[in-house]
């Protein structure tokens, strides 16, 4: 979300550092989000809050924005909570959301930044399920930063970082 402003970042094949806005902006439409804090805007159902991440997509149409909403919550198992404000969902339906919001636009990657943090381990491990199988899915990649070890099981690969260096 950040410009990096030194070395080398390469996503998709392009390095970033100093890359024009347009190839930043284009980069950023390829990524979903999943924040620690949910993120949710309070004002916002469900649904209105997962078509939020819709506004960087100007190719679908207002129609097609709110049937993939309808369609990604139903995926996330909450297809009977589309039009509940997020005061009104649980903490592991409110990360439901965050996931759905992550994944509508079908991103190539998704970052997720401890999407387990606030959730009991059942909630927990629903969650990077429900992360797993809809990014197969769809052919994403996920990459989550976390401290919870109850969920390793889970990657394909773990990569161990201490003091900013790889293990």
């Known amino acids: 979300m950040r410009t990096a402003n030194h070395g080398s970042l390469k996503v998709f094949g392009n390095e970033l550092i100093k890359g024009n806005n347009n190839l930043l902006i284009e980069t950023r439409r390829n990524i979903g989000y ?12 469900a649904r209105k809050n ?12 207002s129609q097609e924005v709110k049937e993939r909403a309808i369609l990604m919550l139903q995926a996330v198992g909450l297809g009977d909570r589309i039009n509940y404000y997020p005061d009104n969902l649980s903490g592991g339906q409110k990360q439901r959301v965050a996931i759905a ?15 387990t943090a606030a959730l009991d381990s059942k909630s927990g491990r629903d969650v990077v399920e429900i992360m797993q199988k809809l990014a197969k899915e769809q ?3 996920i990459l ?13 690969r773990i990569i161990e970082l201490e003091d900013g260096k790889l293990k």
């Not at 919001?101 to 999407?115: F, G, T």
Request: charged share 20%.
């Open 34 to 45: 999943i924040f620690q804090a949910t993120n949710s805007i309070k004002s916002l159902t």
């Open 50 to 61: 997962v078509q939020m991440s819709m506004e960087l997509h100007p190719e679908f149409s």
């Open 101 to 115: 919001r992550a994944l509508v636009s079908y991103p190539k990657m998704v970052l997720a930044d401890e999407p």
């Open 139 to 141: 052919g994403c990649t």
């Open 144 to 156: 989550i930063v976390t401290h919870d070890d109850r969920i390793l099981d889970v990657a394909e």
